[in-house]
């Protein structure tokens, strides 16, 4: 969990947030939450969050974000505006929970239908050449029982 001002200063984070990013809760208050941009969202990406929040609205989405150690993660976040009684905005709380082990589970998952689909495409393709040569052999067996083939033609076809 993160908290900012109303500029994006950090003002507080919580224990998971040291625990993920690497980042101790003194390193980090005062600072903006940029520290964590790992430059795998595009700058339109940012400029869709900042208006939603701006808006007064709620943003949720997945981000990869960079650790101090300088590895990726991946996170669910979702984005609040906090308000006073105005209505005016003083504050964002950030909710997020790493789903790099998830992310990383789905991909070896596709890859793993990838390799089966093509291993039953394989399948097929063979099946299928075995069906042909058992035609082409059982038409050359057929050829080497007539008795007028000649014997170079029964030797062509015997190899």
Same mark, same amino acid.
Request: hydrophobic content about 35%; proline content about 4%; aromatic content about 4%.
């Given at each position: 969990m993160? #908290? +900012?001002d109303r500029d994006g200063t950090i003002q507080y984070v919580n224990p998971a947030f040291e625990? #993920? +990013?690497g980042y101790a809760q003194l390193e980090v208050l005062g600072?903006?939450?940029r520290v964590l941009?790992?430059?795998k969202q595009s700058d339109a990406f940012y400029l869709q969050l900042w208006k939603t929040?701006?808006?007064g609205k709620v943003w949720s989405g997945h981000l990869v974000n960079r650790r101090k150690d300088g590895s990726l993660y991946e996170e669910e976040a979702t984005i609040s505006p906090v308000v006073d009684?105005?209505?005016?905005v003083v504050n964002?709380?950030?909710?997020?929970r790493d789903v790099t082990a998830e992310h990383s589970l789905r991909q070896q998952l596709a890859h793993a239908q990838k390799l089966e689909a093509v291993g039953q495409l394989a399948g097929g393709v063979a099946h299928d050449f075995n069906n042909l040569l058992t035609v082409v052999l059982g038409n050359?067996?057929?050829l080497l029982e007539l008795p007028e083939l000649p014997s170079a033609a029964r030797s062509a076809v015997h190899d």
């Open positions: 993160v #908290v +900012t625990r #993920v +990013t600072q903006n939450p941009k790992s430059g929040l701006l808006d009684e105005d209505g005016a964002y709380v950030a909710v997020k050359c067996n057929e």
